[in-house]
């Protein structure tokens, strides 16, 4: 079956999410920098996730874009991508009311991971539809990224306990890892 109904239904989540999102912040009721200041996490939080939700919804476009077609097994995939994706508001919202404690950063991480994992079954279904010798297979090859990204994600969700801070760094970290569109798939692209 062709790929337009999921892609159009992945976008179409992918920008509800970022409207949760942004209407999550709360306009100050003052009218000076010191009534942002409280805002400051919230703030943060936002940027952190609306960033990763644009790479994934980045990546997702360039890796669909190669893909010719779905199967069922794409779209459950793709489904249980977007789920991960939609409690992305609400640990977002839940880690920046709280100023980053530990257990509202553990559980972003936690939902970063299964994000992480979500899309590792998305693209590998799609690649084994397309088959081995695809252009789609060949593009993802080992997926290091990937993989590495699934290790930091796991190492920074018990670090959230102990230093919480880091463990936003190694968030970070992850998302400047992810922050330029998977080349794998523009090589492709480009040819």
């Known amino acids: 079956m062709g790929k337009g ?3 159009a239904f992945s976008d179409g989540v992918i920008a509800v999410i970022i409207t949760i999102m942004v209407l999550e912040m709360k306009v100050p009721h003052g009218a000076d920098f010191e009534s942002l200041l409280p805002m400051v996490p919230v703030f943060l939080s936002y940027v952190l996730s609306f960033i990763y ?3 994934y919804w980045n990546n997702h476009h360039h890796m669909l874009h190669v893909a010719h077609k779905v199967n069922g ?3 459950w995939a793709n489904l249980h ?3 991960w994706l939609s ?3 609400f640990v977002t919202g839940w880690m920046s009311e709280n100023h980053f404690e ?4 553990a559980l972003y991480g936690g939902v970063l991971f299964m994000a992480g994992a979500a899309y590792y079954v998305l693209a590998h279904s799609l690649a084994g539809h397309h088959g081995p010798e695809s252009k789609l297979s060949a593009a993802l090859g080992s997926d290091t990224k990937g993989k590495l990204s699934l290790v930091f994600y796991g190492a920074a969700i018990p670090l959230a306990f102990l230093m919480q801070w880091f463990a936003v ?3 970070v970290l992850v998302a400047l890892m992810w922050l330029v569109p998977d080349r794998r798939f523009e090589r492709l692209l480009a040819d």
């Open 81 to 83: 991508l977007l789920f």
């Open 5 to 7: 109904r999921l892609e």
């Open 53 to 55: 939700i644009g790479i």
């Open 169 to 171: 760094a190694i968030y």
């Open 73 to 75: 097994a794409v779209l």
């Open 87 to 89: 409690l992305v508001p």
């Open 102 to 105: 530990p257990l509202p950063v």
